[in-house]
């Protein structure tokens, strides 16, 4: 088992440019999480998708899209990048019965807008 | 909402002994889960210790252990045996019981250890 992929591992971008950054899992997940961690903090939930065909927003949506292509897959979307979106993502998923455990996470993806 | 807040921003410790890590939190629900996660240089979160509300064992993995003061809203860990590979950024987060599962960290100690 892979666990949780990301791709790529680093991006630069121009301000206004768009991309995608794609996430994997092959543990048959339910619930699938996108999160930023900027230098220095904490990370924060961006969008989450509960289950297949839902997505929700989390604490700092703003400026992002994301698709639930399957259930594998989570996909998360700057459609015109800004300096403030500076941050390292991470892609995490949990099996819906949860219970005490952990969320599993990918490598992260290192954003740097200029 | 939740919130969950780390004060030590930095801690040291020689190799072999103990440091202790802050956590509290805020909550108006009554069961959840916590967790302490581990980040190295490598940027990879890995799960140090998970602890379910309503059990009050403290929870304990190996050299790791945790004091949980429910009352207080206080989620601390201890750190035995200090080893040089323990060197880390250590998160506490808290996951609600109810829809989603979501995660919310504090802001993390990073956690240096002295040969």
């Known amino acids: 088992n892979a666990g949780v992929t990301q791709t790529p591992k680093f991006q630069v971008l121009k301000t206004g440019q768009s991309m995608t950054l794609q996430c994997a899992q092959d543990?048959?997940?339910?619930?699938m999480y996108w999160y930023r961690q900027d230098p220095g903090m904490g990370l924060r939930l961006i969008y989450y998708?509960?289950?297949?065909?839902?997505?929700d927003k989390g604490e700092v949506p703003n400026g992002y899209n994301v698709s639930r292509l399957n259930k594998r897959e989570f996909s998360l979307r700057l459609e015109s990048a800004a300096p403030s979106q500076t941050s390292v993502y991470f892609c995490?998923?949990?099996?819906?019965?949860?219970?005490?455990?952990?969320?599993?996470f990918g490598p992260g993806t290192r954003l740097t807008v200029t | 909402a939740q919130t969950v807040t780390q004060s030590q921003p930095e801690m040291s410790v020689q190799e072999a002994e103990t440091v202790t890590l802050s956590c509290t939190y805020d909550t108006s629900e009554s069961d959840y889960y916590l967790f302490w996660y581990k980040q190295p240089p490598s940027r990879q979160m890995i799960l140090v210790i998970r602890?379910?509300?309503?059990?009050?064992q403290n929870a304990t993995e190996n050299r790791f252990s945790v004091n949980f003061q429910k009352a207080a809203k206080s989620f601390s860990l201890k750190i035995s045996d200090s080893q040089l590979g323990d060197a880390a950024m250590y998160f506490c987060a808290y996951r609600s019981k109810a829809a989603g599962n979501k995660l919310t960290f504090g802001g993390g100690t990073r956690v240096l250890v002295k040969p």
């Open positions: 998708s509960a289950s297949e065909g839902t997505t």
């Open positions: 602890q379910e509300a309503y059990k009050q």
């Open positions: 543990m048959n997940h339910n619930s």
């Open positions: 995490a998923s949990i099996s819906r019965l949860a219970g005490g455990n952990e969320q599993y």
